[in-house]
């Protein structure tokens, strides 16, 4: 069952703002090199529940392995709130890095551990 939630979020140094729409009962943490390294916890959400409200010319972007996600982080502070991919099914995502979320209590998230190593 979906539990979406309206949330807004952004980078350290503030350049960078959202808002998206997200399920935060379905978060994971993957140990690809980068996410593991970053120690993202995402939330991936349909591209159309995510809307830029400030910085895209703050934004720079990160991709390697098959450059399928675009890590876009700010060049003042060096924050990825989000990035930008494709589900298996072709379908535009975002996935936001719930440590950038206002007022977000990681202690209440479970999320799932994705083998991104193998990908």
């Known amino acids: 069952m979906s539990d979406m939630k309206d949330v807004t979020g952004g980078c350290h140094c503030g350049a960078v703002r959202f ?8 978060t994971n943490v993957c140990n690809c090199s980068h996410c593991e ?11 159309e529940n995510f809307r830029l409200l400030q910085g895209e010319d703050q934004l720079t972007e990160y991709r390697f392995n098959k450059k399928k996600i675009a890590h876009v982080f700010c060049k003042t502070c060096g924050v990825q709130a989000f990035a930008w991919g494709e589900a298996p099914d072709g379908a535009q995502m975002a996935a936001v890095n719930a440590r950038c979320i206002d007022g977000v209590d990681l202690k209440a998230l479970t999320p799932v551990q994705i083998d991104g190593r193998s990908f």
């Open 19 to 26: 808002e998206a729409k997200v399920d935060l009962s379905q």
């Open 37 to 47: 390294k970053k120690g993202f916890v995402l939330s991936f959400t349909p591209r």
